[in-house]
């Protein structure tokens, strides 16, 4: 139910469009106000949530510890999986954020038998989540040449790598198909695999569906379905410098694209996809394993009843004598 | 000769379905788990049951199977059941499975006209020898269940060991169970 | 055991379907099954240490005799931790069910219930979050992944929280480091709220409370029960060692879990370390009121774990050493490592500890003061300052566990190996997904070693003990050595279970066999008393 649910949230945005856009003419709802919008309540939004994690109290100091810690001088500690300085909690989160570390960890390292296939498919995960990353990344960044006169070098060149393999026009992109198949494969491993399938929401599926829609209809747009790139242009930049244009002629297909795009960014603030900002904020790794060196303070500790020694040897101080224990009191 | 002949051909083929089988009595979404994951400590429960298994297929294909043999492979999967949300006969019940899959195996090969003679025979003797690995199964389901709680009172001991020890509750030196 | 059911006929036998009509999680409603819960605790337990809700009651019955307003309760708790945890405010939001948590859960991998995948034990709670404290949530409902709390849920949660080891497995293996053992922990407070405990948790916390140790023994019997080890050492020996207690002016505080003075294979390890501190020549002292380095309140709630750990620094401190010392023990370095200074810090009336006898300063305690033995023990070795006879162990082929608190929570792997390696010639690692950082849980922890709940343990376990099967096919091993009391009481039925033949003990009852004491008779018993086999021939 959750699939289907999901998917057809996607289609009825697109259907929304179409009839706004192609019917009543609502361009300027969906090409300006929509955009707005959607951008006003990412900002707010995504900044509100991490206002709230950052309001919440770090008590302890709980780092998950991946490796061997730093205790004698001649034992020798992984000082990046068990960190016990800034620089090496700064080396983790890297890892962690650039390169998906712990989801790497995942894979097996010995086998008895068994293909090769089985063996790898927990690696898979990591290799679809960071290729749908990076190609999301760079797709984003591709972008900023819609809202930069003159487009950025460092942006050229990104696309200069991007379509590498490519002789002719227009252009292929690497990772306009990187990203479908990445999609793809983690939308079949939530329908394919019981027990993921078991765990997903719709809310799973749903950010899965709309991403795929953004990429397949900016791929029809680009090379089957081709738009006014001198139009778009002039409605991004018209966005941008707050002097907002509806040209004429451009094609339906943008403005799916675009609503499909805004209603990822008003989503995402109440979704899942808050994960990007909340692993900056996971204690169980971004805090170091120093506790032993260094004192953590926690903000809302408070004066607990405890029971004293002197209640202790009140109780007991007979048989305390007895056996012979020292006591305070005689 | 001819079931041993028929099952042999099929060894794999038959051994997996059992496997499957088996595996079928958990949750679904644990039980696709159990069959892919190979990595035998990733996936422990899944890939004792595949080894056990597949050697008691070869053990029961024999003509006078080695019950020295059997008793450690029938135990290495009840042990696990023994434990797991089965009731006895559920934990035990997974060696009739081979008879119906070997069954409609023959359903599938053969139609009654061209039914070989004497694999009928051959067939419920076969059937007897399941039989009597389900009886064994049995004695090994209560030996673990008896071991379950041999060892539920032999940890309290443990834990106190000393202490009674002490009262002079204990005499005898500790005692380890096999 | 298990499903009680009318037996299947006959002719069903062979076709029983076990897989369960295919329904969402949320619609599946808890079966206590027996063998997978605990007793509850009963109301004495908690009136003992003035916790709320006290009453006698069964997770069997139908009625929990839940206060009327217990859902404003929980609700409440919620809120509250909210606030006052980032990690369970960022881990309730930021799952996105990629499910790399799912098989690494050593009781989903050896039961199957689905339920405990940590993602889905982590998603029951969830969903009552979404649907009082998230928008979404509010409005979607079930579409979001909310769900009403109801008294069915408030069962589910606390079946399946103390189902949870708090092993930490899933979260190193989380891209995000979302911490199942921290959700538990939350959910268990807010069960705590209306006093649904483990009897088996709660008797040694209400213990603790009053004696400082477990089994609610009073000082006297601490004493005795040391000197009767005493005893056993000088038969082995031939040497009366000495110890003090409750002695102001020694230099060290020696804490260790009090398994390890009343248990067996646990008493073995106390063994080794009097002897050990005997031979040195170590100023130290024990305490019989800070006599247990364990916690249970820490599966209890977070006040409670503060609790009963006031008797460490304050012991210390009244004694007037200069450090602690630590022994064998999983949870107790969870907590000397990640919350004792921070619940009673800073320590700044003891000193920076600096071992005795090597001079050897150990800088990563000179905050929190407290030093792990399998450090000290390792400095003594890499000086040279011991004696040893590793032969005297050559009986013992041997393998190291891991436990979960001292790998995922601190970190301390090669310290026990090395001592191992100088004590032991035999000495033969598990599979490399199964130690260190990635071990599995002995399936006892966080105060699941009950007896009632064996089944559930003996799954738990499982993981474990199949590793442990590998080498003893392999290598022939036949002790699996550890540093961890909880592991020393569930690990010898897990062995005896799976791998009868198998022996379990502690790193210092190795070291007491190999450790040549100054004026020693010739040792012909190991520290249990037991014959030692001809030595050197083996190696």
């Given at each position: 139910?959750?699939?289907?649910?999901?998917?057809?949230?996607?289609?009825?945005?697109?259907?929304?469009?179409?009839?706004?856009?192609?019917?009543?003419?609502?361009?300027?709802?969906?090409?300006?106000?929509?955009?707005?919008?959607?951008?006003?309540?990412?900002?707010?939004?995504?900044?509100?949530?991490?206002?709230?994690?950052?309001?919440?109290?770090?008590?302890?100091?709980?780092?998950?510890?991946?490796?061997?810690?730093?205790?004698?001088?001649?034992?020798?500690?992984?000082?990046?999986?068990?960190?016990?300085?800034?620089?090496?909690?700064?080396?983790?989160?890297?890892?962690?954020?650039?390169?998906?570390?712990?989801?790497?960890?995942?894979?097996?390292?010995?086998?008895?038998?068994?293909?090769?296939?089985?063996?790898?498919?927990?690696?898979?995960?990591?290799?679809?989540?960071?290729?749908?990353?990076?190609?999301?990344?760079?797709?984003?960044?591709?972008?900023?040449?819609?809202?930069?006169?003159?487009?950025?070098?460092?942006?050229?060149?990104?696309?200069?790598?991007?379509?590498?393999?490519?002789?002719?026009?227009?252009?292929?992109?690497?990772?306009?198909?990187?990203?479908?198949?990445?999609?793809?494969?983690?939308?079949?491993?939530?329908?394919?695999?019981?027990?993921?399938?078991?765990?997903?929401?719709?809310?799973?599926?749903?950010?899965?569906?709309?991403?795929?829609?953004?990429?397949?209809?900016?791929?029809?747009?680009?090379?089957?379905?081709?738009?006014?790139?001198?139009?778009?242009?002039?409605?991004?930049?018209?966005?941008?410098?707050?002097?907002?244009?509806?040209?004429?002629?451009?094609?339906?297909?943008?403005?799916?694209?675009?609503?499909?795009?805004?209603?990822?960014?008003?989503?995402?603030?109440?979704?899942?996809?808050?994960?990007?900002?909340?692993?900056?904020?996971?204690?169980?790794?971004?805090?170091?394993?120093?506790?032993?060196?260094?004192?953590?303070?926690?903000?809302?500790?408070?004066?607990?009843?405890?029971?004293?020694?002197?209640?202790?040897?009140?109780?007991?101080?007979?048989?305390?004598?007895?056996?012979?224990?020292?006591?305070?009191?005689? | 000769?001819?079931?041993?002949?028929?099952?042999?051909?099929?060894?794999?083929?038959?051994?997996?379905?059992?496997?499957?089988?088996?595996?079928?009595?958990?949750?679904?979404?644990?039980?696709?788990?159990?069959?892919?994951?190979?990595?035998?400590?990733?996936?422990?429960?899944?890939?004792?049951?595949?080894?056990?298994?597949?050697?008691?297929?070869?053990?029961?294909?024999?003509?006078?199977?080695?019950?020295?043999?059997?008793?450690?492979?029938?135990?290495?999967?009840?042990?696990?059941?023994?434990?797991?949300?089965?009731?006895?006969?559920?934990?035990?019940?997974?060696?009739?499975?081979?008879?119906?899959?070997?069954?409609?195996?023959?359903?599938?090969?053969?139609?009654?006209?061209?039914?070989?003679?004497?694999?009928?025979?051959?067939?419920?003797?076969?059937?007897?020898?399941?039989?009597?690995?389900?009886?064994?199964?049995?004695?090994?389901?209560?030996?673990?269940?008896?071991?379950?709680?041999?060892?539920?009172?032999?940890?309290?001991?443990n834990m106190t060991y000393r202490l009674?020890?002490q009262?002079?509750?204990?005499?005898?030196?500790?005692?380890?169970?096999? | 055991?298990?499903?009680?059911?009318?037996?299947?006929?006959?002719?069903?036998?062979?076709?029983?379907?076990?897989?369960?009509?295919?329904?969402?999680?949320?619609?599946?409603?808890?079966?206590?099954?027996?063998?997978?819960?605990?007793?509850?605790?009963?109301?004495?337990?908690?009136?003992?240490?003035?916790?709320?809700?006290?009453?006698?009651?069964?997770?069997?019955?139908?009625?929990?005799?839940?206060?009327?307003?217990?859902?404003?309760?929980?609700?409440?708790?919620?809120?509250?931790?909210?606030?006052?945890?980032?990690?369970?405010?960022?881990?309730?939001?930021?799952?996105?069910?990629?499910?790399?948590?799912?098989?690494?859960?050593?009781?989903?991998?050896?039961?199957?219930?689905?339920?405990?995948?940590?993602?889905?034990?982590?998603?029951?709670?969830?969903?009552?979050?979404?649907?009082?404290?998230?928008?979404?949530?509010?409005?979607?409902?079930?579409?979001?992944?909310?769900?009403?709390?109801?008294?069915?849920?408030?069962?589910?949660?606390?079946?399946?929280?103390?189902?949870?080891?708090?092993?930490?497995?899933?979260?190193?293996?989380?891209?995000?480091?979302?911490?199942?053992?921290?959700?538990?922990?939350?959910?268990?407070?807010?069960?705590?709220?209306?006093?649904?405990?483990?009897?088996?948790?709660?008797g040694p916390v209400a213990n603790s409370y009053r004696t400082g140790n477990h089994l609610g023994l009073e000082p006297h019997t601490i004493k005795a029960n040391i000197?009767f080890m005493?005893?056993?050492?000088?038969?082995?020996?031939?040497?009366?060692?000495?110890?003090?207690f409750?002695?102001?002016?020694?230099?060290?505080?020696f804490v260790a879990p009090s398994g390890d003075l009343f248990g067996v294979p646990g008493n073995?390890v106390a063994m080794?370390e009097?002897?050990?501190?005997?031979?040195?020549?170590?100023?130290?002292?024990w305490s019989t009121l800070a006599c247990e380095g364990g916690n249970f309140g820490?599966?209890?709630?977070?006040?409670?774990?503060?609790?009963l750990y006031?008797k460490i620094?304050?012991e210390?401190?009244?004694?007037?050493?200069?450090?602690?010392?630590g022994g064998e023990c999983g949870h107790q370095?969870?907590l000397?490592?990640?919350?004792?200074?921070?619940?009673?810090?800073?320590?700044?009336?003891?000193?920076?500890?600096?071992?005795?006898?090597?001079?050897?300063?150990?800088?990563?305690?000179?905050?929190?003061?407290?030093?792990?033995?399998?450090?000290?023990?390792?400095?003594?070795?890499?000086?040279?300052?011991?004696?040893?006879?590793?032969?005297?162990?050559?009986?013992?082929?041997?393998?190291?566990?891991?436990?979960?608190?001292?790998?995922?929570?601190?970190?301390?792997?090669?310290?026990?190996?090395?001592?191992?390696?100088?004590?032991?010639?035999?000495?033969?690692?598990?599979?490399?997904?199964?130690?260190?950082?990635?071990?599995?849980?002995?399936?006892?922890?966080?105060g699941?070693n009950?007896?009632?709940?064996?089944?559930?343990?003996?799954?738990?376990?499982?993981?474990?003990?199949?590793?442990?099967?590998?080498?003893?096919?392999?290598?022939?091993?036949?002790?699996?050595?550890?540093?961890c009391a909880i592991?020393r009481a569930?690990?010898?039925?897990?062995?005896?279970?799976?791998?009868?033949?198998?022996?379990?003990?502690g790193?210092?009852?190795?070291?007491?066999?190999?450790?040549?004491?100054?004026?020693?008779?010739?040792?012909?018993?190991?520290?249990?008393?037991?014959?030692?086999?001809?030595?050197?021939?083996?190696?």
């Amino acid at each position: 139910m959750g699939i289907l649910f999901s998917f057809s949230v996607v289609v009825a945005i697109i259907l929304l469009v179409i009839a706004g856009v192609s019917g009543a003419g609502l361009n300027f709802l969906f090409g300006v106000i929509f955009p707005y919008i959607a951008l006003l309540i990412f900002i707010v939004g995504v900044t509100y949530r991490v206002v709230q994690w950052g309001s919440s109290a770090v008590p302890f100091r709980v780092p998950t510890t991946g490796g061997q810690q730093t205790s004698l001088p001649w034992i020798k500690a992984n000082k990046i999986d068990n960190p016990t300085t800034s620089y090496g909690v700064i080396f983790r989160m890297l890892f962690e954020v650039l390169l998906f570390r712990s989801l790497f960890r995942n894979t097996k390292s010995e086998l008895r038998e068994g293909p090769m296939l089985v063996h790898g498919s927990e690696k898979l995960l990591w290799l679809a989540a960071i290729v749908f990353h990076y190609s999301f990344l760079i797709i984003l960044l591709r972008h900023m040449r819609f809202f930069t006169v003159p487009v950025p070098t460092p942006i050229e060149f990104l696309e200069f790598i991007d379509s590498f393999f490519q002789v002719g026009a227009p252009l292929v992109y690497i990772t306009n198909f990187t990203i479908v198949i990445a999609l793809l494969y983690l939308l079949y491993r939530r329908l394919a695999m019981p027990q993921i399938r078991y765990i997903s929401l719709p809310s799973d599926y749903f950010p899965l569906f709309l991403i795929l829609a953004i990429a397949i209809t900016g791929i029809i747009m680009r090379y089957f379905e081709k738009v006014d790139i001198v139009g778009v242009k002039q409605i991004t930049m018209g966005l941008v410098s707050f002097r907002p244009v509806i040209p004429d002629n451009i094609g339906v297909i943008f403005y799916i694209h675009l609503t499909l795009v805004c209603t990822l960014f008003a989503y995402f603030p109440f979704s899942k996809l808050v994960h990007m900002a909340g692993i900056f904020l996971s204690p169980t790794r971004n805090l170091a394993n120093n506790n032993r060196m260094v004192r953590h303070v926690n903000p809302w500790d408070y004066p607990v009843k405890v029971r004293s020694y002197q209640e202790y040897e009140d109780e007991f101080r007979d048989k305390m004598k007895k056996s012979g224990i020292p006591v305070e009191k005689e | 000769m001819l079931l041993k002949d028929f099952l042999l051909e099929r060894k794999s083929s038959l051994s997996a379905k059992w496997f499957e089988r088996v595996v079928e009595t958990y949750p679904s979404e644990t039980a696709k788990f159990l069959k892919n994951q190979k990595d035998p400590f990733g996936n422990p429960v899944g890939s004792t049951i595949l080894q056990g298994i597949d050697n008691l297929f070869n053990q029961i294909i024999e003509d006078e199977p080695d019950t020295e043999k059997i008793l450690p492979l029938l135990d290495s999967i009840i042990r696990i059941r023994a434990i797991q949300d089965f009731s006895a006969s559920e934990a035990v019940a997974f060696i009739f499975y081979i008879k119906d899959i070997i069954r409609q195996e023959f359903e599938r090969t053969y139609t009654n006209s061209n039914y070989p003679a004497g694999l009928r025979e051959e067939f419920s003797r076969f059937e007897a020898k399941v039989d009597r690995l389900a009886l064994l199964s049995f004695d090994i389901y209560m030996r673990c269940r008896e071991k379950i709680y041999e060892l539920k009172a032999q940890e309290v001991k443990n834990m106190t060991y000393r202490l009674l020890q002490q009262a002079k509750l204990i005499v005898e030196s500790p005692e380890r169970s096999d | 055991m298990a499903t009680k059911g009318k037996p299947p006929k006959p002719e069903e036998l062979s076709k029983i379907d076990y897989t369960p009509p295919k329904r969402g999680w949320m619609d599946t409603p808890v079966v206590f099954k027996p063998g997978m819960y605990c007793h509850g605790t009963r109301a004495k337990y908690l009136e003992a240490v003035g916790m709320p809700n006290a009453r006698d009651w069964s997770p069997a019955e139908e009625d929990w005799k839940l206060p009327p307003e217990w859902k404003e309760i929980v609700l409440k708790g919620i809120k509250e931790r909210l606030q006052k945890y980032r990690t369970f405010h960022v881990f309730m939001d930021i799952c996105v069910r990629c499910g790399a948590c799912a098989d690494k859960c050593h009781f989903f991998l050896g039961g199957g219930d689905p339920k405990n995948m940590p993602v889905l034990r982590a998603e029951l709670l969830r969903s009552v979050y979404r649907k009082y404290f998230t928008t979404a949530g509010k409005f979607f409902g079930k579409a979001a992944g909310a769900r009403e709390l109801t008294e069915d849920v408030l069962k589910e949660l606390w079946y399946y929280y103390f189902q949870c080891t708090e092993c930490r497995r899933c979260s190193l293996f989380c891209p995000y480091g979302i911490d199942q053992a921290e959700i538990t922990i939350i959910g268990r407070e807010l069960l705590n709220l209306l006093g649904l405990n483990l009897d088996w948790i709660m008797g040694p916390v209400a213990n603790s409370y009053r004696t400082g140790n477990h089994l609610g023994l009073e000082p006297h019997t601490i004493k005795a029960n040391i000197e009767f080890m005493i005893d056993d050492i000088e038969t082995i020996t031939g040497i009366r060692v000495e110890t003090t207690f409750n002695r102001k002016g020694a230099e060290i505080l020696f804490v260790a879990p009090s398994g390890d003075l009343f248990g067996v294979p646990g008493n073995y390890v106390a063994m080794g370390e009097l002897m050990l501190f005997h031979e040195i020549g170590l100023d130290y002292t024990w305490s019989t009121l800070a006599c247990e380095g364990g916690n249970f309140g820490f599966f209890t709630s977070m006040e409670m774990a503060k609790k009963l750990y006031y008797k460490i620094y304050s012991e210390a401190k009244r004694l007037g050493v200069k450090w602690i010392l630590g022994g064998e023990c999983g949870h107790q370095w969870r907590l000397m490592n990640q919350y004792l200074d921070t619940w009673w810090g800073p320590a700044d009336f003891l000193e920076e500890p600096v071992s005795p006898i090597t001079g050897t300063k150990f800088e990563n305690a000179k905050g929190s003061k407290v030093v792990h033995i399998t450090e000290f023990t390792a400095d003594l070795i890499r000086h040279g300052k011991l004696k040893l006879d590793p032969s005297r162990n050559d009986h013992l082929r041997v393998t190291f566990h891991d436990s979960c608190n001292t790998s995922r929570a601190m970190g301390i792997f090669e310290e026990p190996r090395y001592i191992i390696k100088n004590v032991c010639n035999h000495f033969y690692e598990m599979p490399e997904s199964t130690i260190r950082e990635k071990t599995f849980c002995c399936g006892s922890g966080s105060g699941l070693n009950a007896g009632e709940n064996i089944e559930l343990r003996m799954r738990g376990g499982f993981p474990r003990a199949n590793a442990v099967k590998y080498v003893k096919e392999k290598f022939g091993v036949n002790m699996l050595a550890n540093i961890c009391a909880i592991d020393r009481a569930a690990l010898p039925t897990l062995m005896d279970y799976w791998n009868p033949g198998v022996g379990v003990c502690g790193v210092h009852e190795l070291v007491g066999n190999a450790l040549v004491m100054k004026g020693e008779i010739e040792r012909t018993l190991d520290l249990r008393g037991e014959p030692l086999p001809g030595k050197g021939g083996t190696d």
